[in-house]
T-cell receptor, first 114, second 115 residues
Framework: EAAVTQSPRSKVAVTGGKVTLSCHQT?????MYWYRQDTGHGLRLIHY???????EKGDIPDGYKASRPSQENFSLILELASLSQTAVYFC?????????????FGPGTRLTVL | GDSVTQTEGPVTLSEGTSLTVNCSYE??????LFWYVQYPGEGPQLLFK?????EKGSNRGFEATYNKEATSFHLQKASVQESDSAVYYC??????????????FGKGTLLTVTP
């Protein structure tokens, strides 16, 4: 069954440490996205990609990097994790062709930075 | 820039009552409008989308009309059930600069339906 999976599902990190969140999709979609979800802010776009080996900045990219090594995989990297990056992170994929732009989300990763 | 404003929650309703979640948007482009629903512990999932102005979308008893003149896309349901308890997101889909396509989400509205 086509799906978006994320790993890990939950992580505790220390301030200043490096964190990598991974996303894998079997939808054969071109577009992939990373969002963070915070109470009171909804979903905010961090980075996205519409082709392998290329990424684009979203609305809140500061403090985050992204990597798209293949069509199926998209990672979010926090080089120096900070307390303010505690949040739930969602990955999504989208066909992006033929006018079909709806996004399909993974189950999320809960990140706690201490 | 593009923005979406929706009913601030939380909203608590009794089973069988009607629901309206207001959604207004701002953009200079021609968007597709979406409603997403998120159940506890899950990622958001598409409820329905409407790509054209003055058209209506619907799914699972929920519906919304894309009102271009009023820049609104209010979500309605005539009779809610306890299983409708979730967070509802209105979203604006804009294509810009060739391959760039993004959704801008509202802050979400938490709905709790009591038996």
């Amino acid at each position: 069954e086509a799906a978006v999976t994320q790993s890990p599902r939950s992580k505790v990190a220390v301030t200043g440490g490096k964190v990598t969140l991974s996303c894998h999709q079997t939808n054969n979609h071109d577009y992939m996205y990373w969002y963070r979800q915070d109470t009171g802010h909804g979903l905010r776009l961090i980075h996205y990609s519409y082709v392998a080996d290329s990424t684009e900045k979203g609305d809140i990219p500061d403090g985050y990097k992204a990597s798209r090594p293949s069509q199926e995989n998209f990672s979010l990297i926090l080089e120096l994790a900070s307390l303010s990056q505690t949040a739930v992170y969602f990955c999504a994929s989208s066909p992006g062709t033929g006018g079909s732009y709806e996004q399909y989300f993974g189950p999320g990763t809960r990140l706690t930075v201490l | 820039g593009d923005s979406v404003t929706q009913t601030e929650g939380p909203v608590t309703l009794s089973e069988g009552t009607s629901l309206t979640v207001n959604c207004s948007y701002e953009t200079k482009q021609y968007p597709t409008l979406f409603w997403y629903v998120q159940y506890p512990g899950e990622g958001p999932q598409l409820l329905f989308k409407v790509p054209k102005a003055n058209e209506k979308g619907s799914n699972r008893g929920f519906e919304a009309t894309y009102n271009k003149e009023a820049t609104s896309f209010h979500l309605q349901k005539a009779s809610v059930q306890e299983s409708d308890s979730a967070v509802y997101y209105c979203a604006l889909g804009i294509r810009s600069g060739g391959s760039n396509y993004k959704l801008t989400f509202g802050k979400g509205t938490l709905l709790t339906v009591t038996p």
